[in-house]
């Protein structure tokens, strides 16, 4: 069973940038209501998709560098990477099968 990676401003690139399969990185927040309602969605996502998509997520009060970068405002946002570029956003609480539709719809 897959589980969550836990992502930081110091091991994004390694553990995203240069993944060479799809990473699904959640940018979230401890004190987001809606962060905290996809979080089972996410786990399940992680699991269901294990060996084909590793999913992570980035706690942003905690890594302030790495938001910047992809232009997060809001949270949750997730960013579908391919091959270490962005080939997809969502913003906002989008439930688990809205968020498969979506991975397949990116051929994950």
Same mark, same amino acid.
């Given at each position: 069973?897959?589980?969550? @990676?836990? !992502?930081?401003?110091?091991?994004?690139?390694?553990? *995203?940038?240069?993944?060479?399969?799809?990473?699904?990185?959640?940018? !979230?927040?401890?004190?987001?209501?809606?962060?905290?309602?996809?979080?089972?969605?996410?786990?399940?996502?992680?699991?269901?998709?294990?060996?084909?998509? *590793? *999913?992570?997520?980035?706690?942003?009060? +905690?890594?302030?560098?790495?938001?910047?970068?992809?232009?997060?405002?809001?949270? &949750?946002?997730?960013?579908?990477?391919?091959?270490?570029?962005? @080939?997809?956003?969502?913003?906002? &609480?989008?439930?688990?099968? +809205?968020? *498969?539709?979506? !991975?397949?719809?990116?051929?994950?």
């Amino acid at each position: 069973m897959s589980t969550i @990676v836990t !992502l930081t401003d110091a091991t994004f690139d390694a553990k *995203v940038v240069k993944e060479s399969g799809p990473v699904l990185v959640s940018f !979230l927040a401890e004190w987001s209501g809606p962060c905290k309602v996809i979080e089972p969605g996410l786990k399940e996502i992680a699991a269901e998709f294990a060996g084909r998509l *590793v *999913v992570g997520n980035l706690n942003i009060d +905690q890594n302030t560098a790495t938001p910047p970068k992809y232009n997060v405002s809001a949270v &949750p946002t997730h960013l579908l990477f391919k091959a270490g570029k962005v @080939v997809g956003t969502k913003i906002g &609480p989008w439930s688990k099968s +809205q968020l *498969v539709e979506w !991975l397949k719809e990116n051929n994950v």
